[in-house]
């Protein structure tokens, strides 16, 4: 986008001491959100929020310092979108990962100053005809972002088909963390997981989640709000959700970093991704006409009396 098209998005969306766009790395669109609860920005490509600082807080979310910014790649970090499918597509191995949503171009729809001197952006995938061979439905895709004391994100999937539409999706977060093996993660005590590392095989959690390797699990059918107790950064991350019956937890390691090429040399160490989602058996069926809201919503809380 050029600027004359950046000037045109700022006359028309931005809002001061709220909203603003500029051109980011490889001319990649940004916004800026800024109010005095908190810092986020998203790239229009992908609809992906890239960086969520509350203020008087480190960072939330993890964006690698090796993160590639290229046209129809998502960056590696932020809440990359995985819709219509999660994961590899069911049946056609051709088809993108996670989906079409994440390296596509969305548009700017809404932006909102409320009240409480929170900022909305609401953007709007973008249909292109390359698309149609993909995912030949006749649906509609919005990411409705609010930014206040907590993020809230949803994804909202309009079925404008006379048929029920099947999607699995998720909002694959990349939370920052002071080291991975100093973190754990509540909430998922006892529900089932498919964890992929070990090939699918099903497995109970029990008690709290640590990470000491490549981890890579589904939780099924919870509407559970997960924990990642941070004493390195004295703070817990609350990651509450509605709408989702899954809920992604997933660090790459060393090995698997290193073959994605995008995580650095340790970049995996100061990452975990809680993805609200529904994969695999949580896939929804949206009615004809209908639509179906995913939401994660993302607050911090300071933690004083933990030590590490
Ligand atoms: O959500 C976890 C996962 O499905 C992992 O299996 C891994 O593939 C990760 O997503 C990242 O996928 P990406 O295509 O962004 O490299």
Redesign the pocket.
């Given at each position: 986008m050029n600027s004359s098209e950046i000037d045109s998005l700022n006359r028309r969306f931005g809002i001061p001491n709220h909203v603003h766009f500029s051109e980011g790395p490889s001319a990649f669109v940004i916004a800026e959100i800024n109010n005095f609860h908190a810092r986020v920005t998203l790239c229009l490509q992908g609809a992906q929020v890239l960086t969520f600082q509350p203020i008087n807080q480190e960072p939330v979310l993890y964006v690698s310092k090796s993160a590639r910014y290229v046209g129809g790649k998502?960056v590696?970090g932020g809440i990359?979108v995985?819709w219509p499918w999660?994961?590899p597509h069911a049946s056609d191995a051709q088809k993108p990962?996670?989906g079409i949503a994440?390296s596509s171009m969305w548009s700017i729809i809404e932006t909102v100053a409320l009240n409480d001197g929170a900022t909305r952006v609401v953007l709007e995938l973008v249909p292109v005809p390359e698309h149609r061979a993909l995912w030949p439905h006749e649906t509609r895709v919005q990411l409705h972002v609010s930014v206040g004391p907590s993020l809230t994100v949803e994804l909202v999937t309009h079925n404008e088909s006379a048929q029920p539409v099947q999607i699995s999706e998720?909002l694959?977060t990349y939370f920052h963390v002071s080291d991975i093996e100093s973190v754990s993660v509540s909430g998922l005590d006892g529900c089932k997981y498919v964890d992929?590392v070990t090939g699918g095989a099903p497995a109970i959690q029990q008690q709290a989640i640590t990470i000491h390797g490549e981890t890579?699990r589904?939780y099924l059918n919870t509407a559970a709000e997960c924990v990642i107790h941070d004493p390195g950064l004295h703070r817990r991350i609350h990651v509450a959700k509605t709408g989702s019956r899954s809920t992604?937890v997933?660090n790459?390691w060393t090995e698997?970093a290193l073959k994605?090429g995008d995580m650095g040399d340790n970049g995996f160490r100061s990452m975990l991704?809680i993805?609200s989602?529904n994969a695999l058996d949580d896939i929804v069926s949206v009615a004809p006409g209908k639509e179906h809201r995913l939401t994660t919503i993302i607050s911090v809380e300071r933690d004083n009396d933990s030590a590490l």
């Open positions: 998502s590696r990359p995985c999660f994961g990962a996670h994440r998720a694959h992929k890579d589904v992604v997933w790459p698997k994605l991704c993805e989602a």
